[in-house]
């Protein structure tokens, strides 16, 4: 149980366009969903708390235009990268929160974005 | 607000040997403590975790933790590492809502 998915796996777009990166619980429903961000061998960055059906939460520095979340349903987060830059190449993770008191969260397998 | 301290980006350790990975937690409340296992290239895996309870607990592959109030500490070990065991390791804490992750230790299994 408490299976995470996302999609792509990995993702190449030109400089300028946009990229939308989905993510999936896909045996239980997700009232809140995570995205982080990884830059090669460096721990989790929280980007954004993303609330069903409530506009998501963003980390500071964060540019929320930049990197659009939707969670328009209990099972589904997505993240677009708007007019990508090469500098947004990375590794973009996603995480669900199961409801326990714990808080617990079950991870994603991740997207690899190179912008190019 | 809760944190954690991983000390030692890299660990190397010898096929066979025990593994041992430290965590320090910082908490205003009683904690919930998490060690997450990554590949290269791949999402985060939920190795264990303490809630409340028992304070020695055990995870998938072998691993186990034991949480120290006295020490804030939730160290992880494993008696006998296997060059499987070669990944990312974080320790995380709950906290407003969300978890605070460690900076990571990266296992290197000598053979």
């Known amino acids: 149980g408490a299976v995470v998915s996302q999609h792509p796996s990995r993702v190449i777009c030109k400089s300028g366009t946009s990229v939308k990166i989905e993510c999936r619980s896909l045996d239980f429903q997700a009232t809140t969903m995570f995205w982080y961000r990884q830059f090669p061998k460096k721990s989790l960055m929280l980007m954004a708390t993303?609330?069903?059906?409530?506009?998501?939460?963003?980390e500071q520095g964060v540019e929320k235009d930049k990197f659009l979340i939707n969670h328009a349903s209990l099972t589904l987060s997505t993240l677009t990268v708007t007019s990508a830059h090469p500098e947004d190449s990375s590794f973009y993770i996603c995480s669900a929160h199961t409801g326990g008191v714990a808080y617990e969260q079950y991870f994603g397998p991740g997207t690899r974005l190179t912008v190019t | 607000a809760q944190s954690v301290t991983q000390l030692g980006s890299h660990v190397s350790v010898s096929e066979g040997a025990l593994v041992l990975l430290r965590c320090n937690y910082s908490?205003?409340?009683?904690?919930?403590l998490f060690w997450y296992v990554q590949y290269p290239n791949q999402g985060l895996q939920l190795l264990l975790k303490?809630?409340?309870?028992?304070?020695l607990v055990k995870g998938i592959n072998g691993f186990e933790a034991e949480f120290k109030k006295s020490e804030t500490s939730f160290h992880l070990t494993k008696p006998s590492a296997h060059m499987s065991d070669a990944a990312e390791y974080f320790c995380a804490v709950t906290g407003n809502n969300r978890l605070a992750f460690g900076k990571g230790n990266q296992v290197v299994v000598i053979p």
């Open positions: 993303s609330n069903e059906g409530s506009k998501a939460t963003y």
């Open positions: 908490s205003s409340v009683p904690p919930y």
């Open positions: 303490y809630t409340t309870g028992a304070t």
